[in-house]
């Protein structure tokens, strides 16, 4: 399900470039709103110890892109008795941040991103992936070939890591 044309956001997985000033932090976390609290506060405390500080505008908007996969993953793809694994990279080459979010239900699936449309006001949900596209500078999802579910990812720009 690749999106074709050229645009900041796509639905195949992309390939980040490594290099020795790279930073990665993963780990899996149960499908709760508890885990989810965790997965964000000890991401924001790496981001911080990789020189992207608290209160920061980059750490900030990592941190809140961050936090909506992870709350969307709970949310939207909880599967009972499975939990969700979040990937936090940081590359000091291209000054990205990349967050990867993975859970096991492949049924529900995010919108292609090019169909990402506002909720009407009416609506009580509907905006966390649309706050990502604004954060963002390019999203999407992919279904994992390794087993059942999906990944949905977001890079944000970030100041170099010391």
Request: aromatic fraction near 6%; charge should be positive; glycine fraction near 10%.
């Amino acid at each position: 399900m690749a999106n074709q044309l050229p645009s900041p956001v796509s639905t195949s997985r992309p390939t980040a470039p490594v290099d020795d000033l790279s930073r990665t932090f993963e780990m899996r976390f149960t499908s709760t709103p508890r885990g989810a609290r965790l997965a964000r506060r000890l991401a924001a405390h790496r981001l911080d110890t990789w020189g992207i500080p608290y209160g920061s505008g980059p750490h900030e908007e990592i941190v809140l892109v961050l936090g909506e996969l992870t709350a969307n993953a709970v949310r939207h793809g909880h599967v009972p008795g499975r939990d969700f694994h979040l990937l936090l990279h940081v590359c000091a080459l291209t000054r990205t941040a990349r967050i990867e979010v993975t859970d096991t239900r492949t049924e529900r699936t995010p919108p292609d991103p090019a169909k990402l449309h506002a909720p009407g006001a009416e609506d009580t949900g509907g905006r966390g992936l649309l706050l990502v596209a604004g954060l963002a500078t390019r999203w999407g999802w992919y279904l994992r070939s390794d087993g059942p579910g999906k990944t949905v990812w977001a890079e944000c720009v970030c100041a170099t890591p010391t």
